[in-house]
């Protein structure tokens, strides 16, 4: 098992424990440093705080007293955690870093990362990437918001392994050193206000993944996203560009044309040979390819990929033909671009179930992709916003339900043959369910249910 050698810093905070925080905790337990940790929500009783301090640590509970920076020379924060919490406003006052837990993760994998972040696409991406180098018969790791932490996965690194990591704008806002030996960046639009508070904080944090790289690095960008484009060439960067693009030729980047794609200048697969459905996905099988390619991955891998794989779960997931109403789980569309991109992915007639979190903004930029939108049901927070907008554009039939359960329900009395049934939520889930994946189960329960 690795651990932190010449770590910098003697005694550390650990804010908010989760699995990441309890990660971080005892990897630095085990290499000597001091830790203290602070959780509100923690009890006393709870087995993992009576673990954390037999090995160790200070754990304090059920408040944030200022105290807990005492003597601390560096705060390790959970990624949710704002930065207007009280704690980090005052370890900022005492110029104490922050930073999170792949900051840690980066010290012991070194330069074997590859890092994914993006607007939307990460998780398919991550999942495409990870499935193409283990293809192509090369030791590899997954790990990081996909949903594993990256501390955990990254102690555990074998020598010659490349370790895969999805990277939220939470993470990479708190990072300092952390660098990937290949980058990824898939799209940058308005997203999490809420906790970066202007769009101009969100892009920085996303751009954190290419800060640190040197010439020995690759950064593999979006061509077609001129938020990226421009951010590049206004930025000093250091690292080898790779860009990817749907809609021109690239000579040192993937590209793709009526019948294949295509890197540089070599032929990877025709397009009627790939699984995976809608449009959008085109470009996180670009970006895929070319991180794939750069860390060894053969085109056999590759495209044994592509030839199988129908997508990840909640992600324009393909849930049952219930009467010959085709029911997709696209849960995981937590904002508007991510909804678009579902419905540009059918041609037949929608019911569209959307709502949930209401982060303030309004819906019209949705409102151009309707035209196939037969109904919508709506729920959660923004079903006001929702209907409202479904009204304005147009649409005859608007139905409100308490739930995602309630939805499915009244979506299927609603439909006809032949209609698809589509769960793309354009909101976050945290009004109604604790993540999108509980929203998303309880959406295929209610579908199977009708069976």
């Avoid at 954190?208 to 960067?237: G, K, P, W």
């Avoid at 790779?242 to 990877?268: M, T």
């Avoid at 085109?282 to 895929?288: C, F």
């Avoid at 037969?374 to 304005?392: I, R, Y």
């Amino acid at each position: 098992m690795r651990k932190l050698y010449d770590f910098p810093y003697s005694d550390v905070l650990v804010l908010g424990l989760a699995k990441s925080g309890t990660a971080a905790a005892k990897l630095l337990i085990s290499s000597g440093v001091n830790v203290r940790i602070n959780d509100i929500k923690a009890s006393e009783n709870d087995p993992v705080v009576q673990e954390l301090r037999e090995l160790g640590a200070e754990v304090i509970t059920g408040s944030h007293p200022i105290t807990v920076l005492d003597d601390v020379k560096l705060l390790i924060k959970n990624p949710g955690i704002p930065y207007e919490n009280p704690i980090v406003i005052e370890a900022q006052n005492r110029f104490i870093p922050i930073i999170t837990e792949v900051e840690l993760a980066a010290k012991l994998a070194g330069d074997s990362i590859i890092g994914i972040t993006g607007s939307n696409g990460k998780t398919t991406t991550t999942t495409l990437i990870t499935a193409m180098i283990e293809e192509s018969e090369k030791p590899v790791k997954v790990a990081g918001n996909i949903g594993i932490v990256a501390t955990e996965v990254a102690e555990n690194l074998e020598k010659d392994e490349t370790l895969v990591l999805e990277l939220s704008s939470f993470q990479l806002q708190g990072i300092i050193e952390f660098k990937p030996h290949t980058a990824v960046l898939l799209n940058i639009f308005e997203a999490h206000l809420d906790y970066h508070k202007t769009f101009e904080n969100y892009k920085h944090a996303k751009c954190n993944i290419f800060r640190n790289q040197t010439s020995d690095d690759f950064l593999v960008y979006n061509a077609d996203d001129l938020t990226i484009v421009n951010t590049i060439q206004e930025e000093s960067v250091d690292a080898t560009l790779v860009p990817f693009s749907v809609n021109q030729q690239l000579d040192e980047g993937a590209w793709i044309d009526q019948r294949s794609i295509y890197f540089k200048n070599e032929k990877i697969i025709d397009r009627n040979a790939i699984v995976l459905v809608g449009n959008h996905n085109l470009e996180n099988i670009l970006a895929a390819i070319s991180a794939a390619k750069l860390n060894g991955a053969t085109n056999e891998g590759i495209r044994k990929v592509l030839t199988t794989f129908k997508g990840v779960k909640h992600r324009l997931q393909f849930v049952d033909d219930v009467q010959n109403r085709l029911f997709y789980n696209d849960s995981k569309a937590t904002n508007i671009l991510a909804t678009q991109k579902a419905l540009s992915s059918f041609q037949k007639p929608v019911i569209l179930l959307a709502g949930g979190l209401d982060r303030g903004n309004d819906f019209d930029d949705l409102a151009p992709y309707l035209g196939h939108v037969k109904a919508m049901v709506v729920f959660g927070e923004t079903k006001g916003k929702l209907k409202e907008m479904g009204q304005q554009v147009g649409i005859q039939e608007i139905v409100v339900a308490a739930n995602v359960e309630q939805a499915v329900e009244k979506a299927f009395s609603i439909s006809n043959e032949g209609d698809v049934v589509l769960l793309s939520p354009a909101c976050a889930s945290w009004d109604q369910y604790r993540t999108f994946e509980e929203r998303g189960d309880m959406f295929i329960r209610a579908v199977h249910k009708l069976v």
